[in-house]
C-alpha cells in the first residue's frame, strides 16, 4: 500500500494490533498507536521509531468509554487517514446465565460501539480525502451462526463482520476509492487467552502471520481476510452442516476451552 497520511491502530498495546504496528513501521507509515496501557504503547513507540525511523504517536484512552473513543477522534482531526485498525477487544467465556452482566456490556461497548463509532467517522474522512483503507478486526466465531460458552464474544464479532461486508459492498457499487475490509482469524497465540479465561482447543496461528495475512489481504480489496487454510476450510465447510448441528459442535469446541 502507498504511504499516503498515517495509520492509526486501537489494540496496539499487545497481540494482532502490536504486530500490525511493525509490519506497518516497516513499510514506512508514520503511527498512531492507541490502547489503554500507556507504558505499553510507550515501550511500542520507541521500539518502532528506534527500529524504522518513524513517528509514532500515543493515544492513552480506553475506547470502551465514550470520553475514550472522543479522545481519539480528535487526536486525529488534523490528520491524514490512510490506514485505520479497529482491533481493540476482548472476549468473555462461560455459561451465559453465569457471566458477568456488566462484564459483558464492557465487551460490547468495545467490540460493538466503539467500532461503530470510529468506523463511522473514519470513513467519513476517508471518503472525503479520497482515498484510505480500513481494517475491522473480528474473528472466524462472527462467521459462524452461535458460540455457547462465548455466546456474547460470538454475538459481538458477529455484528463486526456484518457491518463490514455491508460497507464493503456499498463502497463496491458506489465505486469509491476507500477499501474496508474485516479480519476473522481462529484461535491466535495472543492475551486473549488469558482476559477470556480460556485455553484454545486448537493450535493457534501467531499474531505475526495474522497481521501478514491481514495486510495483505486489506491491500487486495477483500471483504473478509480469514488466515490460514485450516480456517478458510472450517468456515467453508460450516455452510453445508445444519445451523442446530454446527451449534452443537461449536459449544463442544468452546466448552474445552473452559
Known amino acids: 500500500m ?13 497481540g494482532i494490533g502490536r504486530e500490525l504496528a511493525r509490519r506497518l513501521a516497516a513499510e514506512g507509515w508514520p503511527l498512531v498507536l492507541c490502547a489503554r496501557r500507556e507504558e505499553a504503547l510507550r515501550a511500542l513507540a520507541v521500539e518502532l521509531e528506534k527500529s524504522c525511523g518513524v513517528h509514532c504517536g500515543m493515544v492513552a484512552a480506553d475506547l470502551g468509554t465514550e470520553e475514550g473513543t472522543e479522545t481519539l477522534l480528535r487526536a486525529l482531526e488534523e490528520r491524514e487517514l490512510g490506514v485505520f485498525v479497529n482491533c481493540a477487544g476482548f472476549g468473555l467465556a462461560g455459561s451465559f446465565a453465569e457471566t458477568e452482566l456488566s462484564r459483558e456490556l464492557e465487551m460490547l461497548d468495545v467490540n460493538v460501539r466503539a467500532v461503530l463509532v470510529l468506523t463511522k467517522h473514519v470513513l467519513r474522512r476517508m471518503k472525503a480525502q479520497g482515498h484510505g483503507c480500513l ?124
Open 2 to 14: 502507498e504511504v499516503k497520511g498515517c495509520a492509526v491502530i486501537t489494540g496496539a498495546s499487545s
Open 135 to 258: 481494517l475491522n478486526v473480528a474473528s472466524s466465531a462472527g462467521l459462524l451462526p452461535a458460540g455457547p460458552f462465548l455466546s456474547a464474544y460470538y454475538a459481538s464479532k458477529a455484528y463486526a463482520a456484518s457491518l463490514t461486508q455491508a460497507i464493503h459492498e456499498e463502497l463496491r457499487e458506489e465505486k469509491s476509492p476507500v477499501r474496508v475490509s474485516c479480519l476473522c482469524p481462529g484461535p491466535v497465540d495472543t492475551e486473549f487467552n488469558a482476559v477470556a479465561n480460556v485455553r484454545f482447543a486448537l493450535p493457534g496461528i501467531t499474531a505475526a502471520y495474522c497481521a501478514d495475512c491481514a495486510l495483505r489481504g486489506l491491500a487486495r480489496g477483500q471483504a473478509v481476510i480469514v488466515p490460514s487454510l485450516r480456517m478458510k476450510l472450517a468456515v467453508a465447510g460450516a455452510r453445508f452442516v445444519p445451523r442446530g448441528l454446527l451449534v452443537r459442535l461449536t459449544a463442544g469446541q468452546q466448552r474445552k476451552k473452559l
